[in-house]
T-cell receptor, first 114, second 111 residues
């Protein structure tokens, strides 16, 4: 099975701009989660989508949003970019294993805000 | 609030020198504890899932164990290719697939 794919891999944006990142989950996985990884804060949960519905949200401002399509592909959007948004954005797709969701991560999108 | 603390922050070992990485956690209703390996510039790679206290899992030179308050990742006779950051995460009951991560332990194995 192909793994989780994320596009683009690298992005450079200017403060105030907006950006859209894309994630294709492992075939058959219906849950997609997004995380932000920075050297200071580590990996922090942004939100989770399941069957096109957001069912969990982390502690991030409303500038961070996402959506999921009927084929389970997901996008996240960050509006009005700030310098502090520079990070590695990771997407993870999950399958339910009877009592737990096992998450598999993509390679990430490295966002640099200047 | 769920919390995960990993120690030490960084560990340098000589090739063949076994050691353990610690992950302490507080969570309201543990559904599972995960270990991941992350190489620079890449996404985390899934290693293990542990479900209940007393459980152990092994993969090559790695062995993960779980108690009610912490997990250990034991590395036996490490090789330079084991150098990476090791991440611990917990999934709480009712949190769906959300993971709460520790800051990670950067392991460096010298030949």
């Amino acid at each position: 099975k192909a793994g989780v794919t994320q596009t683009p891999r690298y992005l450079i944006k200017t403060r105030g701009q907006q950006v859209t990142l894309s994630c294709s989950p492992i075939s058959g996985h219906r849950s997609v989660s997004w995380y932000q990884q920075t050297p200071g804060q580590g990996l922090q949960f942004l939100f989770e989508y399941f069957s096109e519905t957001q069912r969990n949200k982390g502690n991030f401002p409303g500038r961070f949003s996402g959506r999921q399509f009927s084929n389970s592909r997901s996008e996240m959007n960050v509006s009005t970019l700030e310098l502090g948004d520079s990070a590695l954005y990771l997407c993870a797709s999950s399958s339910y294993m009877g009592q737990i969701y096992e998450q598999y991560f993509g390679p990430g999108t490295r966002l640099t805000v200047t | 609030e769920d919390q995960v603390t990993q120690s030490p922050e960084a560990l340098r070992l000589q090739e063949g020198e076994s050691s353990s990485l610690n992950c302490s956690y507080t969570v309201s209703g543990l559904r599972g504890l995960f270990w991941y390996r992350q190489d620079p510039g890449k996404g985390p790679e899934f290693l293990f899932t542990l479900y209940s206290a007393g459980e152990e899992k092994e993969k090559e030179r790695l062995k993960a164990t779980l108690t009610k308050k912490e997990s250990f990742l034991h590395i036996t006779a490490p090789k330079p290719e084991d150098s990476a950051t090791y991440l611990c995460a917990v999934q709480a009951a009712g949190a769906n697939s959300k993971l709460t991560f520790g800051k990670g332990i950067t392991l460096s194995v010298r030949p």
